[in-house]
């Protein structure tokens, strides 16, 4: 096995306990380093420790193994609360009829973000807000559900075949002078 640095850090740099979700920083400490090219301060401010991270979410399980929530630049603030929308999709990928989804952040002015989700049915579904809201209020907190959810034919995608959340996301923001 690579000899790897790991940990996962809470956002004022302690140690993240088991189970608790965190950023991931880690470290094939048997290879060589790496740099921004003609960015030294970014390639700094992903740094702690001797460590890099490069914007994953996760948390250690009680056998050790890492798991992966989310990314950071996709989380969701809300009401000082943070939502990983990867958890989110994945309960949204289990309804019945949901082919694809995405979850994001949009503006709201009590709590600075509420919850958007754009839903892709399959072929013949027949889905409401609703009715998604009624099945996700079955494995989720109330504050993870989102309050704003649409429905497209097909998910603006990138080359890369990822669906293009700021694509999604723009609409919300655009008159706002700010994008969180």
Same mark, same amino acid.
């Given at each position: 096995?690579?000899?790897?640095?790991?940990?996962?850090?809470?956002?004022?740099?302690?140690?993240?306990?088991?189970?608790?979700?965190?950023?991931?920083?880690?470290?094939?400490?048997?290879?060589?380093?790496?740099?921004?090219?003609?960015?030294?301060?970014?390639?700094?401010?992903?740094?702690?420790?001797?460590?890099?991270?490069?914007?994953?979410?996760?948390?250690?399980?009680?056998?050790?193994?890492?798991?992966?929530?989310?990314?950071?630049? @996709?989380? +969701?603030?809300?009401?000082? #609360?943070?939502?990983? %929308?990867? $958890?989110?999709?994945? *309960?949204? &990928?289990?309804? @019945?009829? +949901?082919?694809?989804?995405? #979850?994001?952040?949009? %503006?709201? $002015?009590?709590?600075? *973000?509420? &919850?958007?989700?754009?839903?892709?049915?399959?072929?013949?579904?027949?889905?409401?807000?609703?009715?998604?809201?009624?099945?996700?209020?079955?494995?989720?907190?109330?504050?993870?559900?989102?309050?704003?959810?649409?429905?497209?034919?097909?998910?603006?995608?990138?080359?890369?075949?990822?669906?293009?959340?700021?694509?999604?996301?723009?609409?919300?923001?655009?008159?706002?002078?700010?994008?969180?």
């Amino acid at each position: 096995m690579a000899d790897v640095g790991l940990k996962i850090l809470r956002e004022d740099g302690s140690a993240a306990p088991q189970g608790e979700a965190g950023d991931v920083y880690c470290r094939l400490l048997s290879g060589t380093d790496f740099t921004y090219h003609g960015d030294d301060a970014k390639r700094q401010s992903a740094e702690r420790d001797g460590l890099i991270s490069v914007g994953d979410i996760g948390y250690l399980d009680k056998d050790g193994f890492l798991l992966l929530c989310d990314r950071r630049n @996709q989380m +969701v603030i809300s009401g000082g #609360v943070n939502i990983y %929308p990867a $958890e989110i999709e994945s *309960e949204l &990928l289990k309804l @019945q009829g +949901v082919a694809d989804c995405a #979850v994001f952040g949009i %503006p709201d $002015e009590e709590f600075g *973000e509420s &919850l958007a989700a754009v839903i892709q049915p399959q072929p013949g579904a027949d889905l409401s807000a609703e009715g998604v809201r009624r099945d996700l209020a079955l494995h989720l907190a109330k504050y993870k559900i989102p309050r704003v959810i649409t429905f497209a034919a097909e998910l603006p995608r990138e080359d890369s075949g990822k669906i293009f959340k700021r694509q999604l996301r723009a609409p919300y923001w655009e008159k706002t002078g700010r994008q969180i």
